[in-house]
């Protein structure tokens, strides 16, 4: 039998030169000399894809040879960046012609500053995607993280998109210990939500399938942000895995505390996967009430669900063409709920998982907590 293979995330540092509104990473850094080796990347599986993060993974200055070893077990690598490091991406580039890369820009200039703390950080992530552009480098996108602050940007940063031919993904606000946060929340669902709605009605209007089904992952977007149940169930830690820093696998980077299913450091990929602690992250998963809509739990569970995108997709295409019907939010009943005021504000807040009053986990080792407070001078 053919072996099946994984989707993996490898998070290669916890370290970040950006300070975004919506993450504290950057204030819990991993200890260089902690951060996951090659010898350990080696013990990875065999992957249909593999995206490669951070923190800010252009930090690692052997970034190429991770990519050069994980192209020998995976299929298609993305690696997300702020795009700040333009030299270190157009080489890491150059030598992986095939490499995916995913620049996260979080509005216009100015929002964009204001959000991820930046300086100049625009017009160095920009000039990075338009120098990959004219070397004609074919895989490359970039990401957003709606928020109140930035929405209004949506529309026109996806048109941006489109005029230099690239890919566009987009999240919203999450909490958990890879964030470093709990206090992130929407607070002005409809507006966002209406940005939503437009950006859907522009992915629709498209010619690209794959734009279309982005559609549907923003109308979930919509529902998450409305904290409602996932549109599609999670499967996270059954053929998808994500690794920290320090070597431990983890279902996803949603949770609030850090869930390992054992540390690849120190046993076999084999014995780790098929152990009796990954068995009680995959129950915990089972009844994970979270509720995320993150590509990384999204996009292998559109693929294994492909009917309910789908069905979606064609109805809204059928409404398109025959009917000259756009999509509305207000398909999403909680919208139109509480747009009537059978909702409040407060209920749906409570549905979120922010949380004012919690303590935000690092998922940090004892050394790399130590180094930050010796660092601190405490
Ligand atoms: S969101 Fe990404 S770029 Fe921003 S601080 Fe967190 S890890 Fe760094
Ligand atoms: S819903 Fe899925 S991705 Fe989110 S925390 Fe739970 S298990 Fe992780």
Not at 69 to 87: A, M, P, Q
Not at 169 to 190: G, P
Not at 239 to 249: A, E, H, L, M, R
Not at 325 to 335: G, P, R
Request: aromatic fraction near 10%; include cysteine; charged fraction near 30%.
């Amino acid at each position: 039998m053919a072996e099946k293979k994984l989707n993996g995330t490898v998070i290669v540092t916890y370290r970040c030169n950006a300070k975004c509104t919506m993450c504290n990473r950057y204030k819990a850094p991993s200890k260089p000399e902690e951060e996951i080796s090659i010898e350990t990347i080696k013990k990875l599986p065999k992957m249909y894809f593999t995206n490669i993060t951070g923190g800010e993974p252009f930090i690692r200055e052997d970034l190429s040879e991770i990519v050069r070893e994980l192209y020998k077990k995976s299929d298609r690598i993305v690696i997300s960046t702020n795009g700040f490091f333009t030299d270190r991406i157009i080489k890491l580039c150059e030598e992986f012609p095939n490499v995916g890369i995913r620049i996260s820009i979080e509005g216009l200039e100015e929002t964009n500053n204001k959000i991820r703390g930046l300086e100049d950080g625009y017009n160095k992530g920009y000039s990075t995607l338009k120098k990959l552009v004219e070397m004609k480098h074919p895989d490359v996108g970039f990401g957003m993280t709606v928020q109140d602050a930035n929405a209004k940007d949506l529309v026109l940063l996806y048109k941006k998109s489109n005029e230099l031919n690239m890919e566009f993904a987009t999240a919203s606000l999450h909490n958990s210990f890879y964030f470093v946060e709990s206090k992130n929340i929407i607070k002005d669902r409809l507006m966002v939500a209406q940005e939503f709605e437009n950006l859907i009605n522009e992915l629709l209007k498209s010619n690209s399938p794959k734009k279309w089904f982005r559609a549907y992952f923003n109308h979930g977007l919509i529902n998450y942000i409305f904290g409602q149940k996932r549109l599609l169930p999670c499967d996270m830690a059954f053929d998808t895995f994500f690794i920290d820093p320090y070597g431990d696998v983890m279902p996803c980077n949603g949770t609030k505390e850090k869930e390992v299913m054992g540390n690849l450091n120190n046993e076999t990929w084999e014995e780790l996967w098929n152990s009796n602690q990954a068995e009680e992250v995959r129950k915990k998963v089972r009844h994970c009430d979270r509720q995320c809509w993150m590509i990384g739990s999204v996009s292998p569970a559109m693929h294994k669900y492909i009917w309910k995108p789908a069905t979606w997709v064609i109805k809204h295409k059928f409404l398109n063409f025959y009917k000259k019907k756009k999509y509305s939010m207000y398909e999403n009943k909680i919208v139109q709920d509480y747009k009537e005021g059978k909702v409040t504000k407060e209920e749906l807040d409570k549905c979120s998982t922010c949380d004012l009053n919690c303590v935000a986990q690092d998922g940090l080792s004892e050394e790399s907590k130590k180094a930050i407070s010796k660092a601190k001078g405490n």
